[in-house]
């Protein structure tokens, strides 16, 4: 077991006041064009969909940013929010890409940005997914892989930078395709360092990360730390439904999220009666059901 102590931070209520009288739900993790892979919906179609189900959204783009995306689709009064992901095509783990993405996040009630770790990883784990590639361009120069431990398996100079950064701005960490063992041990550099961060495990029941339920039970219950639970693993059947069921049930702080929008995989409306199906075959409560879909991920989010 990890135990992980930090200093806390007060957070404001206004922002999960706000949003929990407009939306019954917020999937923190949705695939919307333009991005590496082909998309079922653009963002404005997206939101649309998410709006009309009493739902927010969390864009995510393998490319990089998604805020200038997020910000015209609550122009339109859509509950879209926006993240970036530090790949190398959008800079790397680079803080200058980071203060870019939140210059262009500007509506009233935006909450934290979350801030992806690379996904476009060294992995021996292939897809089962049929997907392709949006255009040429993204084949010819996407695919630059990175990670955030150097080759002796010490964490780069570059995460320090930015757990600094996030204790100074509304920001959420997310781990990202991090192996376990990275995963670990940027848990213990943020005990150690990163007092005041906010730090998500980005769907760890992957193949990539491979962490299960219980291992993520041990982790502890922490104001800081929040866990991610995609349908996405469970469709794809790299997640057990009993080790699904135990992630829904009794994971601390769990952030339950879709990971959808591939032209392969359910749409939104399919995705929200399957998880009703799964839910109501688990026992799951209405209190836990909205604890994991609603209020967890505001807190997450909450500045």
Known sequence: MVTLLLGKKKMSTSFSNYWQNKIDALDVHYHARPDSFKRRYNVIEAGKIFSKNSMGCVLKNHLGSTTSLASLAQEFDLPVFGSIVLNSISGGINITSIKQALCQYSFYQNGRLIVHL??????????????KFSNTSVEKYSQEVNRITTSNGTLKSEISALIAFSQ??????????????????LLEFIDKYGGGCRLM????????TGMSAKELIALG??????????????LLKYQSFDDFTLAVKKIPNLVYSSDLGQLCQIDIEDWIKQTNYWFDTMGVSKERYKEISLFSPLRMLSP
């Open 118 to 131: 690379p996904t476009v990883v060294k992995t021996n784990h292939s897809s089962v997914m049929n997907r």
């Open 201 to 208: 495990l980005n769907q760890p029941a992957n193949p990539i």
């Open 168 to 185: 100074e701005n509304d920001i959420v960490i997310s781990t990202g395709h991090a192996s376990k063992r990275e995963i670990y041990s």
């Open 221 to 234: 219950k922490h104001d800081w730390l929040f866990i991610e639970q995609t349908a996405l693993t469970v």
